[in-house]
T-cell receptor, first 114, second 115 residues
Framework: DAMVIQNPRYQVTQFGKPVTLSCSQT?????MYWYQQKSSQAPKLLFH?????FNNEADTPDNFQSRRPNTSFCFLDIRSPGLGDAAMYLC??????WGIGELFFGEGSRLTVL | AQSVTQLDSQVPVFEEAPVELRCNYS??????LFWYVQYPNQGLQLLLK??????LVESINGFEAEFNKSQTSFHLRKPSVHISDTAEYFC?????????????FGGGTRLMVKP
């Protein structure tokens, strides 16, 4: 019973061609996060939503955008992917921004940029 | 701000041997501590967590971790590993006193269990 579902699992795009990754959750959690994880590195937080309140990390490039049309769905848009954007993108949720911090992750979307 | 250091990037070990994955953190306030596991091409899964109370916490698959406040450590141990434990393990910390802070992850330790 997958609770955080990411699509697609694998995405191949060309340099500069926009791509959208999606995340849906059945947990009814208020907080949704997008992380970027490069090979053999820790996940790096790009941004998060608390309900519809969007919070961007200071060092997240403008090339990355996000949308959360409702509680269940969140999208990551990469407007002009570069070779350096090839990574695993992880969506996660948590029940409350003020809680203990346990995150529930999806299986990730691996992006390849040609 | 917190930081997390995982001293070993890779730990090779033979099946049925014991293992310890080290994690040290720095923080000026009280913290919550977590270990997450990531199997190949998958997302992270919570393995165990320390919030308060007993400093020794256990997971359902035989891992345990001990919170040591004086040494600011939260090392992960298992007395006998299986091939299926091969994965990347991430230690993470969150400020317990300032609600709304994000998790800070360590760099990860790749556990490689050999037959």
């Amino acid at each position: 019973d997958a609770m955080v579902i990411q699509n697609p699992r694998y995405q191949v795009t060309q340099f500069g061609k926009p791509v959208t990754l999606s995340c849906s959750q059945t947990l009814n959690h208020n907080v949704m996060y997008w992380y970027q994880q490069k090979s053999s590195q820790a996940p790096k937080l790009l941004f998060h939503y608390y309900d519809k309140d969007f919070n961007n990390e200071a060092d997240t490039p403008d090339n990355f955008q996000s949308r959360r049309p409702n509680t269940s769905f969140c999208f990551l848009d990469i407007r002009s992917p570069g070779l350096g954007d090839a990574a695993m993108y992880l969506c996660a949720t948590s029940g409350s921004k003020w809680g203990i911090g346990e995150l529930f992750f999806g299986e990730g979307s691996r992006l390849t940029v040609l | 701000a917190q930081s997390v250091t995982q001293l070993d990037s890779q730990v090779p070990v033979f099946e049925e041997a014991p293992v310890e994955l080290r994690c040290n953190y720095s923080s000026s306030v009280s913290v919550y501590l977590f270990w997450y596991v990531q199997y190949p091409n998958q997302g992270l899964q919570l393995l165990l967590k320390y919030l308060s109370g007993s400093t020794l916490v256990e997971s359902i698959n035989g891992f345990e971790a001990e919170f040591n406040k004086s040494q600011t450590s939260f090392h992960l141990r298992k007395p006998s590993v299986h091939i299926s434990d091969t994965a990347e393990y991430f230690c993470a910390v969150r400020d317990a006193s300032n609600a709304g802070n994000m998790l800070t992850f360590g760099g990860g330790t790749r556990l490689m269990v050999k037959p």
